[in-house]
């Protein structure tokens, strides 16, 4: 299940927890939200998990530092996030790893991909030369 996050100013990120919203200030200038995950300006991607108990006071988790990606894609019922990189490559970098490895396997071979897009069946990109391709998960 998928809170609803607000960014808020300065990099403040609102969200909530146990029947009442807390913030949370972001270290990066945020870029985007897409469901429980925040893209950083500097191209990393970080999860927000604010009803999951064991995560604690560590609300934001970084999945992904690589600092590269430009544009985030979320499904809210999956949770699935995937990420493209200002190379033209698409990266999974969800929480749940079995499903994970099975699309990042699939996404190696995409490449030169400017736009991208994600539902709870299927991960959909678009190449420079206007073809679009996907992958069922």
Known sequence: LVSPIALLD???LLYPREGQYETYQMEEEVQMLAGNYVLSKSGNIYR???EEPDWDENIVRSVYSGEDIIVIAVDQN???CIGLTNRGDVLCVEHNSVRAESVKEKLSSWS????IAVSDTKVCGVKANAECIEIQY
Request: charged residues 10%; hydrophobic residues 45%; glycine residues 16%.
């Open 10 to 12: 300065g990099n403040i």
């Open 48 to 50: 927000i998990a604010s």
């Open 78 to 80: 999956s949770g699935l």
């Open 112 to 115: 030169d991909i400017v736009n």
